[in-house]
């Protein structure tokens, strides 16, 4: 546990629940690390003491314990199927305002791929408020790499128990909507034996029921048409039902982990080459996925020196394809077929770790999970409306030098830019508009959230051969 000091005057709100403790002084610090289950009990039994014998609002400096109780109780273990939908359930009952429980979608083994969507919600309010970015943390698309699927029940409980104390994790559940898949392939999770830190024979656990690796079964920005429809026949429940969640929210920012390497990498894990390995394949967008990578493996105190599994990889981060070369990864799907931006994570060198070391992983990773998730507030963010406001579905936000990636608008009209720190031309187009003129930017990414630039497009005129003025530019200039 660790103990973070607060004014009293927020102490005095953070009376919620029992395992909130106040206190007249910082007994101690402690870290997850060491001895976290023996440390926990201690702490809580000191505190009990210190908050019956302290009056609250006498206290000149407080502090309150964050709550990590759920890494030791109950004692570590790889939750179950069944056990994440009622680890969600409960969430969702004690937290109503935060925590929303659903299923993408079910798996060959008719297993329901459980997930839970968090953000603060105003009192009554079932609406979120406009251009409050969607994030997305998966992991276990590889059914025998299991540490990511445990890291994501602990940041679900993580940002639940301590939204009310925390202005970290209010800021965060305030203005982001964060969903979380801790398995993608939950078949292969039952088929994985804990402490196996290769693949079984034949990859069972690692590939779906079925058979298939999941990661292999996306639609790939390099096939051809036919190749795609070819496969669509054969896509796996899994595949389809990711691809659908992933489409049918405006996801802004993911992270999706892996396991048997330290590392993160970044998009593309192909070529048009096809080249096994050893040569980069970068996007567009190459400053924003290694500012997310840098983000994750600088945090994390084993990634960022980048020599772990007989693997060297320059400050723990590495582009997918210069690795190796694989088609029909989720990572690049996302990227190339939507607004969402998607680094693949590799948290262990043993893909099915022993539970016993869950506590000092979540201690690594707690603090890369949380920088990563407020990347989603860097660059710009705005409405594309038309002139009497309404919003403007489907319009293109495109920029400088990023021609090759213009970002969508949802149905709502928003959308999110995410952009490293420089200056930049902003235009939106859109179908049926004017194209708006180019919106010059200075993006700094020093504010908590990315900055507001809003368009409003005027609709096409036609003229009297029914010819847009907007294609007359184009046809009739001299
Ligand atoms: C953990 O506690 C045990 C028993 O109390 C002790 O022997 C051991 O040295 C402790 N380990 C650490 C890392 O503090
Ligand atoms: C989060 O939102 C709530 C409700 O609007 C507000 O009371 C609280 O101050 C906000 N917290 C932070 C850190 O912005
Ligand atoms: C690293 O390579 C050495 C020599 O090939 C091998 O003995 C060792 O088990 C490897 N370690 C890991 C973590 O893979
Ligand atoms: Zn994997």
């Not at 709550?67 to 030791?72: K, M, Q, R, V």
């Not at 659903?102 to 609406?127: D, F, P, W």
């Not at 894990?269 to 567009?284: G, M, Q, R, V």
């Not at 990773?365 to 309404?390: E, F, I, M, P």
Request: charged share 20%.
């Amino acid at each position: 546990m660790r103990v973070i000091s607060l004014t009293p005057a927020q102490a005095t709100c953070a009376s919620f629940i029992s395992f909130i403790v106040i206190m007249t002084s910082i007994p101690k610090v402690i870290g997850v690390n060491a001895n976290s289950t023996a440390a926990a009990n201690n702490d809580a039994a000191i505190a009990d003491v210190a908050a019956a014998a302290t009056p609250k609002s006498a206290a000149p400096s407080v502090a309150i314990v964050e709550d990590e109780s759920f890494i030791t109780h109950p004692p570590p273990h790889y939750l179950d199927n069944g056990e994440i939908s009622a680890l969600f359930g409960k969430l969702q009952d004690l937290f109503p305002h935060l925590a929303t429980k659903y299923s993408i979608g079910k798996t060959v083994k008719g297993r329901q791929m459980h997930a839970l969507a968090l953000t603060a919600r105003s009192e009554n309010g079932k609406k979120v408020e406009l251009l409050r970015p969607l994030i997305k943390v998966t992991a276990n698309l590889h059914g025998d790499e299991t540490l990511g699927r445990q890291m994501v029940l602990f940041l679900a409980q993580y940002l639940t128990l301590n939204y009310a104390n925390v202005p970290e994790v209010q800021q965060l559940l305030n203005t982001t909507e964060i969903h979380l898949l801790p398995s993608c392939n939950p078949d292969g999770f039952a088929a994985a034996k804990e402490g196996n830190c290769e693949s079984l024979l034949n990859y069972v656990g690692r590939t779906n029921a079925a058979g298939i690796d999941l990661n292999r079964d996306f639609p790939d920005r390099l096939e051809n048409q036919q190749v795609t429809q070819l496969r669509s026949h054969r896509r796996q429940p899994e595949t389809a039902a990711i691809i659908n969640w992933v489409l049918s929210k405006p996801f802004v920012l993911s992270a999706n982990f892996h396991g048997g390497a330290i590392v993160a990498s970044y998009p593309y894990d192909n070529s048009i080459a096809h080249h096994e390995c050893c040569e980069e394949s970068l996007t567009p967008d190459d400053r924003v996925f290694k500012l997310m990578a840098h983000t994750y493996a600088n945090n994390h105190p084993i990634m960022r020196q980048g020599h772990s599994c007989n693997d060297t990889f320059t400050d723990g981060i590495t582009n997918g394809a210069h690795w190796y070369e694989l088609n029909g990864g989720m990572q690049d799907f996302n990227y190339a077929y939507t607004n969402c931006f998607e680094l693949t994570i590799e948290l262990s060198c043993c893909k099915f770790p022993t539970a016993a070391t869950l506590p000092a992983e979540w201690a690594r990773n707690k603090r890369s999970l949380l920088q990563l998730l407020k990347l989603a507030h860097v660059g710009v963010k705005g409405l594309v409306t038309d002139a009497s406001g309404y919003p403007i579905t489907d319009a293109s936000i495109v920029v400088s030098g990023l021609e090759d990636k213009p970002i969508r608008t949802t149905k709502r009209g928003e959308y999110w830019r995410l952009l490293t720190p420089g200056l930049y031309n902003v235009q939106a187009l859109a179908f049926g508009y004017q194209p708006s003129e180019p919106k010059q930017v200075h993006v700094t990414n020093e504010n908590s959230e990315a900055l507001r630039l809003d368009f409003t497009l005027s609709p096409l005129e036609t003229n009297y051969d029914g010819i847009s003025s907007f294609y007359g530019q184009y046809f009739f200039r001299h």
